[in-house]
């Protein structure tokens, strides 16, 4: 690492956990022992600096990602407080995608947490080195070592405690450094003591754990192991170079533990960060691609500059894109590059960001995290380069939606105003969809879950002052033919005073036995009794009477029909009154029919733990999903299903409840099956 270089000093690191299990007084107590704030604020109180959202404020949770910056020991760190809730992973996702590092936070009590397992997979998916930070040690059942062994059972990397507890639950006061081997107190205040020696009580106990730290750590590392087995021990320096290497490399975990609440434990979590997590010099270079071919940028304020927006926020003010500088430098009144779309913007103000406070900078080089003001158009996911170093940057995964509602404006005089608010809403967050229903005129908002989509729906009402009524999307029905008639004759015949209408048909509509295929027309008259311009005409008429149906005016589809038989009259007969007689003919003819109520459906895939498949495949069942097999994969059951769209509403919740958030699942269309009787009546 060249530690002359001014990025050797920049961590850029995001907060990452279960909801509720501190990462947000993590963050905040960070800040508070940085010196960027002088009030250590409190989720209960709403006075946090990184949850300064409303609803943030009144849920007590996480929803959008806050980036803040800080500075601690000559370094200075980028900060990113993620979402936990499950909701909201693609705004972990997005912010994973230009981390350096991670603190990953765990509950003393509860340990590994579903949601901690989702989020250390994504981390795992992008290469993010993390250390643990086993909170609330304060809290009644606080277990440091039973948390440590839940990582290892639940997340599988080699966790590494460098801190031996000094009491426990209520009578925690400290920690002892394995390392430093001192012993660290915070007062009640929670102000930190002069390192002192291990006390008598814990001398032998610490020793023990050093000694199963140096056999760990040597057994893992190359280097280590050499020392170890010379010497027999591991001298500081190379236990703390080699828990580095593993930390970079993925193979360990380093873990610290205190109570962010009562401030115990932050400042060495700050060393510890600066210890082990990689500077922007310490990562790979960046990888692009342009005309089809691979090119590295190096982090280099000297380079072209290459840099990804991950964020942005669309206020009533401007639009303020975040940024990470992977090789360049960016100044104020830069005309950049938007290598996704090919179009050039002009960068207005840099500001470093403290969530939802801003200072001016002049420029920000490789390795920043910062937000511009001025571009109109780039998107997150959008990859900024200089004019004449075009690169496109891979930009981060967006999931799937899989809840969705119809929503309306409850004033007509409004539904403009929605619509650009909604489209303010998805260009802020990719995994929320808007898309109008051509069948049945709903405007629909899909996203992650419920409360993604009661959050969304609340932005309308209190950022945009909107009414709006929000309701399950109806189900597009199709109709089709179960048994069909043949031989069924229709006339029209029309006289009224002037030219007059005549068309005789003969038609035969008979089932296709798949709904896919749509409708099938063919004519079997001989000795030109229908001329052939009258054939078109009646086929056109059919594909009228198609779009609504005799059971509930849904398009009709699935079924042949044939034109059989028919006459003409001199002088009445026309192509309007042929293409008359196939509509209506056809219209009886589907009422003399037996017609079938088809409802869409889809294939879902469901991932759950193996103690969960009976009360899922229940739940399934109760919503008429057809279940098509069961398979393990990794010690989790996926669980193949055929269900009704309309059962799928709530479904995402319904599944997290029953599998404490570990089940996901995934769904695609495939079409249509008959619906139930009910459903006939409707």
Known sequence: MRTTDPLAVVRNLGILAHVDAGKTTVTERILYATGTTHKRGEVHDGTTVTDFDPQERDRGITIFSAAVSCSWNGHRINLIDTPGHVDFADEVERSLRVLDGAVAVFD?????????????????????????????????????????????????????AVQLPVGAEDTFTGVVDLLGMRTLIWTDDGEARDPEPVPDALREEAQRRRRLLEEAVAELHPAALEEFCDTGVLGTGTLTAALRDLTARGEAVVVLCGSAYRNRGVEPLLDAVLAYLPSPLDVPAVRGTYDGTEQERAADPEAPLAALAFKVNATATGRLTYLRVYSGTVEQGDTVRDATTGRTERVGRILRVRADRHARLDRAVAGDIVAVVGLKSARAGATLCAPDAPLVLEPPGVAEPVVSVAVEALRSTDTGRLAQALARLAEEDPSLVVRADAETGQTVLSGMGELHLEVAVERLRSDHGLGVAVGRPRVSHRETVGRGVSGFVYRHVKQDGGAGQFAHVVLDVEPLGDPERGFEFRSTVIGGRVPQEYVRAVEAGCRDALTEGPLGGHPVTGLRITLTDGSTHVKDSSDTAFRTAGRLGLRDALRACATVLLEPVAEVTVT?????????????????????????????????????????????????????????????????????????AR
């Open 608 to 680: 759950v733990p193996q103690d969960a498949v009976g009360s899922v495949l229940g739940d399934l069942a109760a919503r008429r999903g057809r279940v098509g097999g069961s398979v393990t994969r990794a010690g989790a059951a996926v669980v193949t299903a055929t269900v009704p769209l309309a059962e799928l509403f709530g479904y995402a919740t319904r599944l997290r409840s029953r599998t404490q958030g570990r089940g996901t699942f995934t769904s695609r269309p495939t079409g249509y099956a008959p619906a139930p009787a009910p459903a006939t």
């Open 108 to 160: 003393a009590v509860a340990g590994v947490e579903p949601q901690s397992e989702s989020v250390w997979r994504q981390a795992d998916r992008h290469g993010v080195p993390r250390i643990a930070f086993v909170n609330k040690m304060d809290r009644a059942g606080a277990d440091l070592d039973a948390a440590v062994a839940s990582i290892r059972d639940r997340l599988h990397p080699v966790p590494l």
